[in-house]
């Protein structure tokens, strides 16, 4: 099962969990605006890792952040969409649409 670390004031976690919840996706919600444990979680995560580099030059903080049983780390959450999928109107923090 992934687990997704975010928060509630993010557009584009937000956009995911709805889309996660219409597709079925099966996945764990870390908030971590709401559990400090979380956040020192994910902190860990992003500062440990090339792949939040770009993110955090420009400002982001990297939300939607998944981390899937394998424990491999992404921010690209669309992927874990069934094919065909139907995305509706991007509400998302950033240019690319991804993350926030």
């Given amino acids: ?53 770009e993110v955090k030059a420009r400002g982001g903080v990297g939300t939607p952040c998944l981390v899937s049983d394998d424990g491999k780390v992404t921010l690209d959450w669309e992927q874990f969409l069934p094919a065909g999928f139907p995305m509706e109107e991007r509400n998302a923090c950033s240019r690319d649409g991804k993350s926030c």
């Fill in 1 to 53: 099962m992934l687990t997704v670390y975010g928060i509630q004031s993010c557009g584009t976690c937000r956009e995911m969990r709805a889309a996660f919840d219409k597709a079925g996706v099966p996945y764990v919600y870390k908030n971590f605006s709401e559990n400090i444990q979380n956040l020192k979680d994910f902190l860990k995560l992003r500062d440990s890792l090339p792949l939040f580099d």
